[in-house]
């Protein structure tokens, strides 16, 4: 099991930076691969950015890469999961959701795969 909880989230203008944070625990060590998802209003949920458990690998969606930064933060009983967003855009307007699955592989971009979830927090950018 793993609990998820993130924050950071706010309103911004475009060009502006934001932080999200997610404290996750539960497995201990942090072996367990994560990652940020986002929902737009009336789309899918997408893929933003992935993480193995090491943190020594990334991953990015291209309409994020060179702007976002994921990176962790592993202790013995808990992981700060952290999503920097630079020059944000009015299209990175989303509920974004850390996610998370008990995996030591490589971080998936398909929501299904990923068997923990946080309630999400909403980030919104004005142009």
């Known amino acids: 099991q793993v609990q998820l909880v993130e924050s950071g989230g706010g309103l911004v203008q475009a060009g502006d930076s934001l932080r999200l944070s997610c404290a996750a625990s539960?497995?201990?060590?942090?072996?367990?691969?994560m990652a940020w998802f986002r929902q737009a209003s009336g789309k899918d949920r997408e893929f933003v950015a992935g993480i193995n458990w090491l943190g020594s690998n990334t991953y990015y969606a291209d309409a994020v890469k060179g702007r976002f930064t994921i990176s962790r933060d592993n202790a013995v009983n808990t992981v700060d999961l952290e999503l920097q967003m630079n020059t944000l855009k009015p299209e990175d307007t989303a509920v974004y959701y850390c996610a998370a699955d008990i995996s030591l592989g490589t971080p998936s971009t398909f929501q299904n795969d990923y068997a923990y979830w946080g309630q999400g927090t909403q980030v919104t950018v004005s142009s």
């Open positions: 539960g497995e201990k060590y942090g072996r367990y691969l």
